[in-house]
């Protein structure tokens, strides 16, 4: 992707951002001469996609709002590098070409785990770290995980593990009952969403991972 211009472009936030308040947001891209827009029109240059946006992923109103052909897109973190909030990337050297092949993932789920900051691609260049989530996020679509899954799960890593690397959804795995679950070293542990929130369970059983 070229260099964002800011200057005389418009964007909506989809979601809300993680570690910036969106007021912050505002002012930066005032400051350099862009507008935010309260709804998303014709008009609006650039969607601006939230990792808070995860668990709408599936949603009628948010798949048209992925839908739209006069708008382009920006993850959370891509937005904040081009503010200067958040480092540049670096070490990019495998093309999309070689990257979807080598993936093993269609273009719309590159697109998807791009937009939500699973993989980071530059100047349309991947990483071997991008290769690896890449590809265990392909053998768990192999075991019937939806894709719309793994980004909620990784979107409740990043929220439960603040610092989290994008790394760590190669700890996601598939337990023997089919779920979505956390690899902490041998063992899978199971996260059950409660008010107050629950450690998380995990047991082993003769050598195999097993959900309590």
Do not use: W
């Amino acid at each position: 992707m070229a260099a964002l211009q800011i200057k005389g472009s418009s964007f909506y936030i989809a979601g809300r951002f993680e570690r910036v308040p969106k007021s912050r947001i505002e002012r930066e891209v005032a400051s350099r001469g862009g507008t935010l827009h309260r709804r998303p029109t014709q008009r609006t240059d650039y969607i601006v996609v939230t990792h808070e946006a995860a668990g709408r992923l599936t949603s009628p109103s948010f798949k048209s709002l992925l839908a739209r052909a006069s708008s382009r897109y920006l993850s959370e973190e891509a937005i904040l590098r081009a503010l200067s909030l958040a480092p540049a990337l670096q070490g990019k050297d495998i093309d999309e070409r070689r990257f979807e092949s080598l993936s093993g993932l269609g273009p719309v789920d590159i697109r998807l785990l791009t937009l939500f900051d699973i993989i980071a691609p530059h100047e349309a260049k991947y990483g071997f770290g991008d290769l690896k989530i890449a590809q265990h996020v392909a053998t768990l679509k192999r075991n019937d995980i939806s894709i719309e899954s793994i980004i909620a799960a990784a979107a409740v890593l990043r929220r439960q593990r603040r610092g989290s690397d994008p790394q760590d959804v190669i700890r996601l795995d598939v337990a023997p009952g089919g779920e979505l679950m956390m690899r902490i070293g041998e063992v899978l542990c199971s996260k059950r969403p409660s008010k107050p929130p629950r450690p998380a369970t995990c047991s082993r059983r003769n050598g195999i991972t097993m959900r309590v």
